[in-house]
Protein backbone atom coordinates (compact mmCIF):
# COMPACT_ATOMS: atom_id res chain seq x y z
CA UNK A 1 0.00 0.00 0.00
CA UNK A 2 2.82 2.28 0.59
CA UNK A 3 4.21 2.29 -2.96
CA UNK A 4 1.05 2.66 -4.53
CA UNK A 5 0.54 5.84 -2.04
CA UNK A 6 3.90 6.98 -3.15
CA UNK A 7 2.94 6.61 -6.93
CA UNK A 8 -0.08 8.31 -6.07
CA UNK A 9 1.58 11.18 -4.71
CA UNK A 10 3.91 11.88 -6.79
CA UNK A 11 1.31 11.53 -10.24
CA UNK A 12 -0.78 14.17 -7.93
CA UNK A 13 2.70 16.54 -8.03
CA UNK A 14 3.26 15.94 -11.92
CA UNK A 15 -0.01 17.15 -12.06
CA UNK A 16 0.06 20.13 -10.35
CA UNK A 17 3.30 21.36 -12.20
CA UNK A 18 1.27 20.33 -15.37
CA UNK A 19 -1.36 22.75 -14.08
CA UNK A 20 1.18 25.43 -13.41
CA UNK A 21 2.87 24.80 -16.99
CA UNK A 22 -0.43 25.61 -18.21
CA UNK A 23 -1.16 28.95 -16.81
CA UNK A 24 2.40 29.86 -17.87
CA UNK A 25 1.56 29.38 -21.27
CA UNK A 26 -1.40 31.20 -20.67
CA UNK A 27 0.02 34.19 -19.07
CA UNK A 28 3.00 34.20 -21.88
CA UNK A 29 0.03 34.33 -24.38
CA UNK A 30 -1.61 37.37 -22.44
CA UNK A 31 1.30 39.13 -22.11
CA UNK A 32 2.45 39.10 -25.67
CA UNK A 33 -0.55 40.25 -26.53
CA UNK A 34 -0.62 43.35 -24.55
CA UNK A 35 -3.87 41.75 -22.24
CA UNK A 36 -1.53 41.82 -18.83
CA UNK A 37 0.72 43.46 -17.05
CA UNK A 38 4.02 41.55 -17.17
CA UNK A 39 4.72 41.93 -12.85
CA UNK A 40 0.93 40.84 -12.25
CA UNK A 41 -0.34 37.75 -11.64
CA UNK A 42 1.76 34.76 -10.05
CA UNK A 43 1.21 31.49 -10.68
CA UNK A 44 1.96 29.40 -8.06
CA UNK A 45 1.79 25.47 -7.36
CA UNK A 46 -0.96 25.87 -4.68
CA UNK A 47 -4.43 23.92 -5.04
CA UNK A 48 -6.25 27.05 -3.33
CA UNK A 49 -9.16 24.90 -2.87
CA UNK A 50 -7.99 22.69 -0.35
CA UNK A 51 -5.06 25.04 0.71
CA UNK A 52 -2.13 22.83 -0.02
CA UNK A 53 1.09 23.38 -1.44
CA UNK A 54 2.39 20.57 -3.64
CA UNK A 55 5.77 20.12 -4.84
CA UNK A 56 7.03 19.07 -7.87
CA UNK A 57 8.77 16.08 -8.04
CA UNK A 58 12.60 16.00 -8.27
CA UNK A 59 12.65 15.19 -12.27
CA UNK A 60 10.03 18.44 -12.16
CA UNK A 61 11.80 20.69 -9.92
CA UNK A 62 15.39 20.68 -12.19
CA UNK A 63 12.89 21.42 -15.28
CA UNK A 64 11.67 24.28 -13.22
CA UNK A 65 14.99 25.75 -11.93
CA UNK A 66 16.81 25.26 -15.34
CA UNK A 67 14.49 27.67 -16.82
CA UNK A 68 15.07 30.04 -14.84
CA UNK A 69 11.77 30.19 -12.15
CA UNK A 70 11.61 30.09 -8.79
CA UNK A 71 9.84 26.56 -7.38
CA UNK A 72 6.44 27.60 -6.68
CA UNK A 73 5.89 30.24 -8.89
CA UNK A 74 6.14 30.68 -12.81
CA UNK A 75 8.06 34.19 -13.92
CA UNK A 76 5.75 36.39 -17.09
CA UNK A 77 7.22 36.67 -19.94
CA UNK A 78 8.96 39.80 -20.64
CA UNK A 79 8.89 42.16 -24.00
CA UNK A 80 12.42 41.33 -23.31
CA UNK A 81 12.17 37.74 -23.67
CA UNK A 82 10.47 37.91 -26.48
CA UNK A 83 12.21 40.43 -28.51
CA UNK A 84 16.15 40.04 -27.27
CA UNK A 85 16.91 36.44 -26.92
CA UNK A 86 15.37 35.43 -30.36
CA UNK A 87 17.48 38.51 -32.18
CA UNK A 88 20.92 37.39 -30.55
CA UNK A 89 20.23 33.79 -30.74
CA UNK A 90 20.18 34.59 -34.89
CA UNK A 91 22.43 37.40 -34.77
CA UNK A 92 24.96 34.98 -33.89
CA UNK A 93 23.80 32.78 -37.01
CA UNK A 94 23.89 35.78 -39.69
CA UNK A 95 27.34 36.51 -38.60
CA UNK A 96 28.44 33.22 -39.22
CA UNK A 97 26.47 33.34 -42.75
CA UNK A 98 28.92 36.13 -43.24
CA UNK A 99 31.96 34.05 -42.41
CA UNK A 100 30.92 31.54 -44.48
CA UNK A 101 30.15 33.75 -47.92
CA UNK A 102 33.67 35.12 -47.70
CA UNK A 103 35.17 31.56 -47.11
CA UNK A 104 33.38 30.22 -49.93
CA UNK A 105 34.19 33.55 -52.21
CA UNK A 106 38.01 32.34 -51.51
CA UNK A 107 37.91 28.87 -51.92
CA UNK A 108 36.42 28.89 -55.24
CA UNK A 109 38.51 32.36 -56.27
CA UNK A 110 35.39 34.33 -56.52
CA UNK A 111 34.83 38.22 -56.19
CA UNK A 112 33.08 39.66 -52.88
CA UNK A 113 30.83 40.82 -54.97
CA UNK A 114 29.93 37.78 -56.45
CA UNK A 115 27.55 37.18 -52.81
CA UNK A 116 27.90 40.69 -51.86
CA UNK A 117 25.41 41.57 -54.56
CA UNK A 118 23.81 38.80 -55.12
CA UNK A 119 19.62 38.31 -54.93
CA UNK A 120 16.88 35.89 -54.93
CA UNK A 121 14.90 37.96 -57.48
CA UNK A 122 15.56 40.57 -59.70
CA UNK A 123 13.19 42.92 -57.58
CA UNK A 124 14.58 41.77 -54.37
CA UNK A 125 17.80 43.84 -52.32
CA UNK A 126 21.22 42.15 -51.83
CA UNK A 127 22.68 40.33 -49.57
CA UNK A 128 24.39 42.64 -48.35
CA UNK A 129 21.50 44.36 -48.00
CA UNK A 130 19.58 41.93 -46.16
CA UNK A 131 22.62 41.44 -43.44
CA UNK A 132 22.44 45.19 -42.61
CA UNK A 133 18.67 45.00 -41.78
CA UNK A 134 18.87 42.37 -39.01
CA UNK A 135 20.74 44.94 -37.48
CA UNK A 136 18.38 47.23 -38.21
CA UNK A 137 15.35 45.71 -37.10
CA UNK A 138 17.05 44.20 -34.11
CA UNK A 139 19.11 47.22 -32.29
CA UNK A 140 17.53 49.74 -34.46
CA UNK A 141 14.21 49.10 -33.48
CA UNK A 142 15.15 49.66 -30.04
CA UNK A 143 16.78 52.71 -30.69
CA UNK A 144 13.79 53.81 -32.98
CA UNK A 145 10.93 53.20 -30.32
CA UNK A 146 13.53 55.34 -27.78
CA UNK A 147 13.53 58.15 -29.96
CA UNK A 148 9.56 57.46 -30.61
CA UNK A 149 10.48 57.31 -34.29
CA UNK A 150 11.73 54.49 -37.12
CA UNK A 151 12.54 55.15 -40.52
CA UNK A 152 13.58 53.17 -43.23
CA UNK A 153 17.94 53.25 -43.43
CA UNK A 154 18.54 53.86 -46.76
CA UNK A 155 22.26 54.00 -46.55
CA UNK A 156 24.40 51.22 -48.17
CA UNK A 157 25.05 48.34 -46.78
CA UNK A 158 28.67 47.93 -45.74
CA UNK A 159 30.88 46.96 -49.00
CA UNK A 160 32.87 44.24 -47.93
CA UNK A 161 32.63 40.79 -45.77
CA UNK A 162 34.47 42.62 -43.03
CA UNK A 163 32.42 45.39 -42.54
CA UNK A 164 29.06 43.40 -43.24
CA UNK A 165 30.33 41.04 -40.15
CA UNK A 166 31.28 44.09 -37.67
CA UNK A 167 27.73 45.67 -38.44
CA UNK A 168 26.35 42.42 -37.31
CA UNK A 169 28.28 41.88 -34.29
CA UNK A 170 27.88 45.38 -33.25
CA UNK A 171 24.33 45.00 -33.34
CA UNK A 172 25.13 41.67 -31.34
CA UNK A 173 26.86 43.64 -28.57
CA UNK A 174 24.40 46.24 -28.31
CA UNK A 175 21.93 44.19 -27.62
CA UNK A 176 23.40 42.16 -24.99
CA UNK A 177 24.10 45.12 -23.37
CA UNK A 178 20.54 45.66 -22.67
CA UNK A 179 18.54 45.24 -19.07
CA UNK A 180 15.53 43.92 -18.77
CA UNK A 181 14.05 46.74 -17.43
CA UNK A 182 15.64 48.76 -20.85
CA UNK A 183 13.25 47.13 -22.61
CA UNK A 184 9.97 46.97 -20.74
CA UNK A 185 9.93 50.86 -20.00
CA UNK A 186 9.38 50.85 -23.90
CA UNK A 187 6.25 48.29 -24.09
CA UNK A 188 3.52 51.22 -23.97
CA UNK A 189 5.78 54.25 -25.38
CA UNK A 190 3.87 55.62 -28.32
CA UNK A 191 6.09 55.74 -31.87
CA UNK A 192 5.65 56.17 -35.07
CA UNK A 193 7.28 54.45 -37.96
CA UNK A 194 7.30 56.86 -41.51
CA UNK A 195 8.61 56.86 -45.00
CA UNK A 196 8.93 60.59 -45.41
CA UNK A 197 5.58 62.07 -45.75
CA UNK A 198 4.42 59.32 -47.30
CA UNK A 199 3.14 56.53 -44.86
CA UNK A 200 2.93 56.92 -40.96
CA UNK A 201 1.92 54.07 -38.65
CA UNK A 202 1.46 54.87 -35.00
CA UNK A 203 2.51 52.16 -32.49
CA UNK A 204 2.97 51.36 -29.09
CA UNK A 205 6.98 50.08 -28.43
CA UNK A 206 5.52 46.61 -27.30
CA UNK A 207 3.39 46.41 -31.25
CA UNK A 208 6.15 47.66 -33.03
CA UNK A 209 8.77 45.68 -31.81
CA UNK A 210 6.77 42.52 -32.05
CA UNK A 211 4.90 42.87 -34.92
CA UNK A 212 7.19 44.93 -37.24
CA UNK A 213 10.73 44.63 -36.48
CA UNK A 214 10.34 40.83 -35.54
CA UNK A 215 9.00 39.51 -38.65
CA UNK A 216 11.11 42.10 -40.45
CA UNK A 217 14.07 40.59 -38.53
CA UNK A 218 13.42 37.02 -39.48
CA UNK A 219 12.61 37.86 -42.62
CA UNK A 220 15.78 39.49 -43.95
CA UNK A 221 18.06 36.99 -41.51
CA UNK A 222 16.39 33.79 -43.61
CA UNK A 223 16.74 35.54 -47.09
CA UNK A 224 20.37 35.92 -46.66
CA UNK A 225 20.16 32.78 -45.74
CA UNK A 226 18.42 31.44 -49.10
CA UNK A 227 20.94 33.91 -51.14
CA UNK A 228 23.75 31.78 -49.93
CA UNK A 229 22.52 28.33 -50.20
CA UNK A 230 20.65 29.25 -53.73
CA UNK A 231 24.49 30.44 -54.82
CA UNK A 232 26.30 27.37 -53.84
CA UNK A 233 27.17 28.17 -50.43
CA UNK A 234 27.13 24.65 -48.43
CA UNK A 235 24.80 25.49 -45.31
CA UNK A 236 22.12 23.54 -43.22
CA UNK A 237 19.11 24.47 -41.34
CA UNK A 238 21.52 24.38 -38.16
CA UNK A 239 23.73 27.00 -39.48
CA UNK A 240 20.56 29.53 -39.44
CA UNK A 241 19.21 27.89 -36.08
CA UNK A 242 22.65 28.71 -34.30
CA UNK A 243 22.98 28.08 -30.29
CA UNK A 244 18.91 26.94 -29.24
CA UNK A 245 18.05 27.37 -26.18
CA UNK A 246 17.54 23.37 -25.15
CA UNK A 247 17.56 22.55 -21.45
CA UNK A 248 21.11 20.81 -19.99
CA UNK A 249 22.00 17.18 -21.12
CA UNK A 250 20.76 14.63 -17.88
CA UNK A 251 24.11 13.53 -16.03
CA UNK A 252 25.07 9.96 -17.79
CA UNK A 253 24.47 7.14 -15.43
CA UNK A 254 26.73 5.80 -13.32
Known amino acids: MTTIHAQAERKR ?10 RLCRARMLRVRGLIHPTSAV ?10 KRLPSEQNQAILKSSGRLLGECRMMTLYDAFVPGCLQILESVSRLVVKAKSYCDAQSLPPERLLHARLAPDMLDFAYQVKSCAIHSIGAIHGVQRG ?28 ALQVADVESLSDRPMTFTIGDKLRWDF ?37 LGAVRKLPSPPAPI
Not at 13 to 22: G, I, L, M, T, Y
Open 13 to 22: QDRSVCRAEK
Open 149 to 176: NFSPDIAAPPASFEELNARVMEAADALG
Open 43 to 52: CATTDTARGE
Open 204 to 240: LGKDFLLSFSQPNFYFHASTAYDILRTNGVPLGKRDY
